[in-house]
């Protein structure tokens, strides 16, 4: 049974560094295709891709986040931690970590996630 | 601005056929592949299609994907009202390294 669950503070005030924690069962992050996905979505707007890490320790990063973006994993915890700097209020959203196929093949890249935890929302205020 | 383009809304009356497309570039749909998910209120997306057309274990076969050149196309069948929901599309940007979500797509059951 798969199951991921993010974790971390409810609020941050703006400039901080907020760093969320998703920890996941039933699966392994040492398993060749298998990655961990952040996701975001702000109060009533779409989804938005932030960061994914793979099996092999690929990391990849939004373009327009990737300097705010750090996503790391303790294999060993199973636990995948992202970490995003100099917090604004347009970053309030629902924070999302998802399991993720993701690999390439015959110059084609797979990607799709097909457990998601709850998600936790993370407000920025003063 | 999402790099991948859905219409905002669909609707259709219970029983019906919807179509939500979603159109990319060489640089994404075109070339990789594509996956749809279901947001109903309140929750986590759910994955409906992989693969462009791929169903996983225990998605109904009212829900169906494709694709052509640099659009991808979500099919529902048998409308219900349960499938009132949000419906996204994503794939892999070759360009920008990264994964690309639409801007989402709203179903309405009349």
């Known amino acids: 049974q798969v199951t991921l669950r993010e974790s971390g503070p409810a609020l941050v005030k703006p400039t901080q560094t907020l760093t969320l924690t998703c920890t996941f069962s039933g699966f392994s992050l040492s398993t060749t295709k298998m990655c961990v996905s952040w996701i975001r979505q702000p109060p009533g707007k779409a989804l938005e891709w932030l960061a994914r890490?793979?099996?092999?320790?690929?990391?990849w990063y939004s373009t327009s986040l990737k300097t705010r973006l750090t996503i790391s994993k303790d294999t060993s915890r199973n636990q995948v931690v992202l970490r995003m700097t100099s917090m604004d209020p347009i970053d309030t959203a629902t924070y999302y970590c998802?399991?993720?196929?993701?690999?390439?093949?015959?110059?084609?890249?797979?990607?799709?996630?097909?457990?998601w935890g709850q998600g936790t929302l993370v407000s920025v205020s003063s | 601005q999402s790099v991948l383009t859905q219409p905002p809304s669909v609707s259709a009356a219970p029983g019906q056929k919807v179509t939500i497309s979603c159109s990319g570039s060489s640089l994404n749909i075109g070339n990789n592949y594509v996956s749809w998910y279901q947001q109903l209120p309140g929750t986590a997306p759910k994955l409906l299609i992989y693969?462009?057309?791929m169903r996983p274990s225990g998605v109904p076969d009212r829900f169906s994907g494709s694709k052509s050149g640099t659009s991808a196309t979500l099919g529902i069948t048998g409308l219900q009202t349960g499938d009132e929901a949000d419906y996204y599309c994503?794939?892999?940007?070759?360009?920008?390294?990264?994964?690309?979500f639409g801007g989402g797509t709203k179903v309405t059951v009349l």
């Open positions: 693969d462009d057309d």
């Open positions: 890490i793979d099996w092999d320790d690929d990391k």
């Open positions: 994503e794939t892999w940007d070759s360009s920008l390294r990264a994964g690309v």
């Open positions: 998802a399991r993720t196929r993701g690999y390439s093949g015959g110059g084609r890249s797979h990607t799709d996630s097909d457990y």
